[in-house]
């Protein structure tokens, strides 16, 4: 993978660090939630995702300059934050009170409604500074496919993996590319990037499943991956090198988000079994 390229890392403080493989860790939690599950974030660190309450209400949230705001569109049952790009603008999932799925933008205050024309479901994952969203649809026959939607335009493209069985498409950056997770005709899940309109598999090294979450500008992948004794993790795909993240102490750690400074997001498993997110570079 030449295309990757280099960076120099960049820390963002959340909280208190921890220290573990090279990295600095910091948890990220939702005053008062159940649990946390940050999803996204853009280049100037501000943290997108979700939280549950301890009534087991599940709402979308916001964090700038160290503040939480929770994201909840207008009669949802539930909503998600998922991406969120420069100028601030967000995107997401939200259920109907149908327990359907639509996806949306929140742009200055504002929120509006994204369905691919004729699917089942729809869930927009990340927007890039051009306003471009990367999402994922479910057609009339149950099958999950990856989108392309050009704001300007208003165009949905599909995107699928050839000879894929079904196609979820996550991450997408400024220069257009995209990453996300496949099956293959027999049901094994690999992580995917499309670059320059040509799709290549990403696997971790020895996993059994591999998800593609996010892409920066540089080319750096982020997501997770299950070992062999069917354990979770999160990698760092950068300089063609996998690097196993883990938060220390937590099981079945998630890298969800990265930016062009490095600084990744996610979420862990700790020891009592409670969902927190974190942030982490080296």
Same mark, same amino acid.
């Given at each position: 993978?030449?295309?990757?390229?280099?960076?120099?890392?960049?820390?963002?403080?959340?909280?208190?660090?921890?220290?573990?493989?090279?990295?600095?860790?910091?948890? /990220?939690?939702?005053?008062?939630?159940?649990?946390? +599950?940050?999803?996204?974030?853009?280049?100037?660190?501000?943290? &997108?995702?979700?939280? &549950?309450?301890?009534?087991?209400?599940?709402?979308?949230?916001? +964090?700038?300059?160290?503040?939480?705001?929770?994201?909840?569109?207008?009669?949802?049952?539930? @909503?998600?934050?998922?991406?969120?790009?420069?100028?601030?603008?967000?995107?997401?999932?939200?259920?109907?009170?149908?327990?359907?799925?639509?996806?949306?933008?929140?742009?200055?205050?504002?929120?509006?409604?994204?369905?691919?024309?004729?699917?089942?479901?729809?869930?927009?994952?990340?927007?890039?500074?051009?306003?471009? /969203?990367?999402?994922?649809? @479910?057609?009339?026959?149950?099958?999950?496919?990856?989108?392309?939607?050009?704001?300007?335009?208003?165009?949905?493209?599909?995107?699928?993996?050839?000879?894929?069985?079904?196609?979820?498409?996550?991450?997408?950056?400024?220069?257009?590319?995209?990453?996300?997770?496949?099956?293959?005709? &027999?049901?094994?899940?690999?992580?995917?990037?499309?670059?320059?309109?040509?799709?290549?598999? &990403?696997?971790?090294?020895?996993?059994?499943?591999?998800?593609? +979450?996010?892409?920066?500008? +540089?080319?750096?992948?982020?997501?997770?991956?299950?070992?062999?004794?069917?354990? !979770?993790?999160?990698?760092?795909?950068?300089?063609?090198?996998? /690097?196993?993240?883990?938060?220390?102490? !937590?099981?079945?750690?998630?890298?969800?988000?990265?930016?062009?400074?490095?600084?990744?997001?996610?979420?862990?498993?700790?020891?009592?079994?409670?969902?927190?997110?974190?942030?982490?570079?080296?």
């Amino acid at each position: 993978m030449k295309w990757i390229r280099k960076a120099v890392l960049f820390w963002l403080s959340v909280s208190l660090p921890l220290f573990a493989a090279g990295f600095r860790y910091a948890k /990220i939690d939702y005053p008062g939630a159940f649990w946390t +599950r940050p999803m996204g974030l853009n280049a100037q660190g501000d943290v &997108v995702g979700l939280w &549950v309450s301890n009534s087991g209400a599940i709402n979308g949230f916001l +964090r700038h300059e160290g503040k939480f705001q929770s994201i909840v569109f207008p009669g949802a049952s539930a @909503t998600f934050t998922r991406g969120i790009n420069p100028a601030g603008e967000m995107v997401g999932v939200y259920y109907d009170s149908n327990s359907n799925t639509h996806g949306y933008l929140l742009s200055h205050g504002r929120f509006t409604q994204i369905d691919f024309p004729g699917a089942a479901d729809t869930d927009a994952f990340e927007i890039n500074s051009a306003g471009q /969203i990367g999402g994922s649809y @479910t057609d009339s026959a149950q099958v999950l496919h990856g989108f392309l939607l050009n704001r300007t335009t208003g165009a949905f493209k599909t995107i699928d993996v050839p000879e894929a069985i079904s196609t979820n498409a996550y991450g997408l950056n400024d220069l257009g590319e995209m990453v996300g997770l496949y099956f293959d005709a &027999v049901g094994n899940g690999h992580g995917f990037l499309l670059h320059g309109g040509q799709f290549s598999k &990403v696997d971790v090294p020895d996993a059994t499943f591999t998800r593609s +979450r996010a892409i920066n500008d +540089r080319g750096d992948i982020v997501g997770s991956y299950v070992d062999a004794s069917g354990a !979770g993790h999160a990698y760092l795909l950068t300089d063609e090198t996998f /690097i196993t993240l883990d938060f220390p102490g !937590g099981t079945d750690t998630r890298a969800t988000g990265i930016n062009n400074r490095r600084l990744i997001v996610g979420h862990y498993v700790d020891s009592d079994g409670n969902l927190h997110g974190f942030a982490a570079s080296r």
